[in-house]
């Protein structure tokens, strides 16, 4: 609201001044509104982010028609009326130093030092070209899920990295939108501003990212109108309230969070807070947005879907844009291992009555639980593939931890330190790399059991803890014939991960219309993955 202030103000001082203009500046300042950036596209793993991102200098056409070269305002921020004054410098458990006390600028992938040349363009793109594939199938993991599922839980799965309701395990799992932008910070951020959650909000990108978040929000909600946070949940014939017992960033205090509670601190036009039920939907029978996003696979978030139909379609198509599409991998996979990976009959009570269960045919993802304020500050896991005869060494994908420091003034947070709170995530596992694992551990005399496939995955996996900027904290190595970790060389239990365990899931298919979404069905929980435990590879872990 207030860049649309400002811009509506500079469009009829330019107006003004330019009379042969009149009309132009002032109806592109009302037309203005945050671009996006989707991260997820399938060019960011080749091209990274576009220039238009990090380049210091871009051609704009002023007043007049006439072309000049400006600073570019979406690469960086400077602090023009003086750094904050509660800005707090950050030493990194690595012993790196984000000096935001100096820096009068923002930055990504930075020196630590109090005057450094700029942005670290090329770390800032590799990790970015590391890390989007992974960023691509959580966002299509996000529109799989199923259309039967309890409403107040399937919200509080896709809306939160820290699940409220309880639960005896999370074998099912589809992530949460919530943990896919906290990756992003993170990979945007380095050592800057991005990866600091008290800072994040000066650098330029950090709009554009959230404008991504909120696009897909709105195409899920768009896609399962049905699941909503409702003023509770149930399990096993139990209410639950959603208290946010751990606190917001202003509410500390064990309130019930109701759908027509207030959002501190955003305020609606009329001065009052926003509230949840107004905070839905981009359609003329919403709270009016004022904005909306193009079309995407044939889904116009401005209009109400017609029938459930519709909307199932439509998923099926986005999940498949960003990567998922069971149907044809199955076909295509060749390794004589697929054929022994169990799937539940037909007639199963899990498969639904008008499905047909794909044969020989699995999902797998590792599921990750980690400790909030393990490090004090962001950090996270990554999951890794050694390599074989048929794959290239490579990073599967990243759990991030988008945490504050001890020294934040957010209210809730010490109540959450003390409390232990718990990141849930998931990395799913590219199919191409399941089959190249079963080809590399293939007998020409034997087929390879279920047992022996879990164990061989899990064989060629290691997994590391990382700060923001990349750098080591501590070591895993997967498989079942593992050394343990010796007690000294061990990481503290403060800081050792959960659970990074590995689970599969069956996919069922409309018998009648394959068009249709698939089914999830016969989730499989598959122990851990690193049973030798955590090696502490830099004192800060130990």
Same mark, same amino acid.
């Given at each position: 609201?207030?860049?649309?202030?400002?811009?509506?103000?500079?469009? &009829?001082?330019?107006?003004?001044?330019?009379?042969?203009?009149? %009309?132009?500046?002032?109806?592109?300042?009302?037309?203005?509104?945050?671009?996006?950036?989707?991260?997820?596209?399938?060019?960011?793993?080749?091209? %990274?982010?576009?220039?238009?991102?990090?380049?210091?200098?871009?051609?704009?056409?002023?007043?007049?028609?006439?072309?000049?070269?400006?600073?570019?305002?979406?690469?960086?921020?400077?602090?023009?009326?003086?750094?904050?004054?509660?800005?707090?410098?950050?030493?990194?458990?690595?012993?790196?130093?984000?000096?935001?006390?100096?820096?009068?600028?923002?930055?990504?992938?930075?020196?630590?030092?109090?005057?450094?040349?700029?942005?670290?363009?090329?770390?800032?793109?590799?990790?970015?070209?590391?890390?989007?594939?992974?960023?691509?199938?959580?966002?299509?993991?996000?529109?799989?899920?199923?259309?039967?599922?309890?409403?107040?839980?399937?919200?509080?799965?896709?809306?939160?990295?820290?699940?409220?309701?309880?639960?005896?395990?999370?074998?099912?799992?589809?992530?949460?939108?919530? %943990? *896919?932008?906290?990756?992003?910070?993170?990979?945007?951020?380095?050592?800057? &501003?991005?990866?600091?959650?008290?800072?994040?909000?000066?650098?330029?990108?950090?709009?554009?990212?959230?404008?991504?978040?909120?696009?897909?929000?709105?195409?899920?909600?768009?896609?399962?109108?049905?699941?909503?946070?409702?003023?509770?949940?149930?399990?096993?014939?139990?209410?639950?309230?959603?208290?946010?017992?751990?606190?917001?960033?202003?509410?500390?205090?064990?309130?019930?969070?109701?759908?027509?509670?207030?959002?501190?601190?955003?305020?609606?036009?009329?001065?009052?807070?926003?509230?949840?039920?107004?905070?839905?939907?981009?359609?003329?029978?919403?709270?009016?947005?004022?904005?909306?996003?193009?079309?995407?696979?044939?889904?116009?978030?401005?209009?109400?879907?017609?029938?459930?139909?519709?909307?199932?379609?439509?998923?099926?198509?986005?999940?498949?844009?960003?990567?998922?599409?069971?149907?044809?991998?199955?076909?295509?996979?060749?390794?004589?291992?697929?054929?022994?990976?169990?799937?539940?009959?037909?007639?199963?009570?899990?498969?639904?009555?008008? &499905?047909?269960?794909?044969?020989?045919?699995?999902?797998?993802?590792?599921?990750?639980?980690?400790?909030?304020?393990?490090?004090?500050?962001?950090?996270?896991?990554?999951?890794?593939?050694?390599?074989?005869?048929?794959?290239?060494?490579?990073?599967?994908?990243?759990?991030?931890?988008?945490?504050?420091?001890?020294?934040?003034?957010?209210?809730?947070?010490?109540?959450?330190?003390?409390?232990?709170?718990?990141?849930?995530?998931?990395?799913?596992?590219?199919?191409?790399?399941?089959?190249?694992?079963?080809?590399?551990?293939?007998?020409?005399?034997?087929?390879?059991?279920?047992?022996?496939?879990?164990?061989?995955?899990?064989?060629?996996?290691?997994?590391?803890?990382?700060?923001?900027?990349?750098?080591?904290?501590?070591?895993?190595?997967?498989?079942?014939?593992?050394?343990?970790?010796?007690?000294?060389?061990?990481?503290?239990?403060?800081?050792?991960?959960?659970?990074?365990?590995?689970?599969?899931?069956?996919?069922?298919?409309?018998?009648?219309?394959?068009?249709?979404?698939?089914?999830?069905?016969?989730?499989? &929980?598959?122990?851990? *993955?690193?049973?030798? %435990?955590?090696?502490?590879?830099?004192?800060?872990?130990?």
């Amino acid at each position: 609201q207030s860049i649309g202030n400002i811009a509506d103000q500079l469009a &009829h001082d330019l107006e003004a001044k330019n009379p042969q203009e009149s %009309g132009v500046w002032v109806k592109a300042a009302k037309e203005l509104r945050f671009p996006y950036w989707d991260w997820a596209e399938k060019d960011v793993s080749e091209n %990274g982010l576009p220039p238009i991102l990090y380049e210091d200098k871009v051609e704009i056409v002023a007043a007049g028609g006439q072309k000049q070269i400006v600073n570019n305002p979406l690469s960086s921020f400077s602090f023009v009326d003086g750094i904050p004054s509660d800005f707090a410098d950050e030493t990194l458990r690595t012993g790196q130093v984000a000096t935001s006390t100096k820096w009068h600028r923002t930055y990504r992938y930075v020196a630590s030092t109090a005057n450094p040349e700029g942005s670290n363009i090329d770390q800032l793109q590799k990790a970015f070209k590391a890390g989007a594939k992974d960023l691509r199938s959580k966002v299509a993991q996000l529109f799989v899920v199923n259309d039967d599922e309890d409403s107040a839980l399937a919200w509080d799965e896709f809306s939160n990295h820290t699940t409220e309701s309880k639960r005896e395990m999370d074998n099912y799992n589809s992530g949460s939108l919530e %943990g *896919v932008h906290d990756a992003v910070h993170i990979l945007a951020g380095g050592t800057g &501003h991005m990866s600091a959650p008290d800072y994040a909000g000066f650098d330029p990108i950090f709009f554009l990212h959230h404008s991504n978040v909120d696009r897909l929000l709105a195409l899920w909600e768009w896609c399962y109108t049905e699941y909503w946070m409702e003023s509770g949940y149930k399990l096993k014939g139990n209410s639950y309230p959603w208290t946010q017992q751990l606190g917001t960033y202003a509410q500390v205090y064990n309130a019930q969070l109701l759908p027509d509670g207030p959002l501190q601190p955003f305020r609606t036009e009329q001065g009052e807070y926003w509230t949840s039920s107004q905070a839905r939907f981009l359609h003329a029978d919403a709270y009016p947005k004022y904005y909306s996003y193009p079309e995407f696979a044939g889904i116009k978030v401005d209009q109400a879907a017609m029938s459930s139909d519709e909307r199932a379609l439509a998923r099926k198509k986005v999940a498949a844009y960003y990567g998922f599409d069971p149907q044809t991998t199955a076909q295509q996979a060749t390794a004589s291992a697929w054929t022994q990976l169990p799937v539940p009959d037909n007639d199963h009570p899990a498969v639904p009555a008008d &499905h047909t269960v794909i044969p020989e045919y699995r999902t797998f993802a590792v599921h990750v639980k980690l400790l909030e304020h393990a490090f004090n500050s962001s950090y996270s896991f990554q999951l890794h593939h050694r390599g074989n005869d048929h794959s290239a060494p490579q990073l599967i994908g990243t759990v991030t931890v988008f945490a504050r420091p001890d020294h934040s003034p957010c209210k809730a947070c010490t109540l959450r330190r003390e409390a232990g709170t718990i990141i849930h995530g998931i990395i799913p596992i590219p199919p191409a790399l399941i089959e190249s694992i079963m080809k590399s551990n293939a007998s020409s005399e034997t087929v390879a059991t279920f047992d022996q496939t879990l164990a061989h995955i899990k064989g060629e996996f290691f997994g590391k803890i990382v700060d923001t900027t990349g750098s080591e904290l501590a070591r895993a190595e997967g498989g079942l014939e593992t050394p343990k970790i010796p007690s000294h060389q061990a990481t503290s239990r403060n800081v050792t991960p959960i659970e990074i365990s590995l689970v599969s899931t069956a996919v069922a298919e409309h018998g009648q219309d394959k068009d249709r979404p698939v089914y999830i069905c016969d989730w499989q &929980h598959h122990d851990g *993955v690193f049973i030798g %435990g955590w090696q502490a590879t830099h004192p800060a872990a130990a």
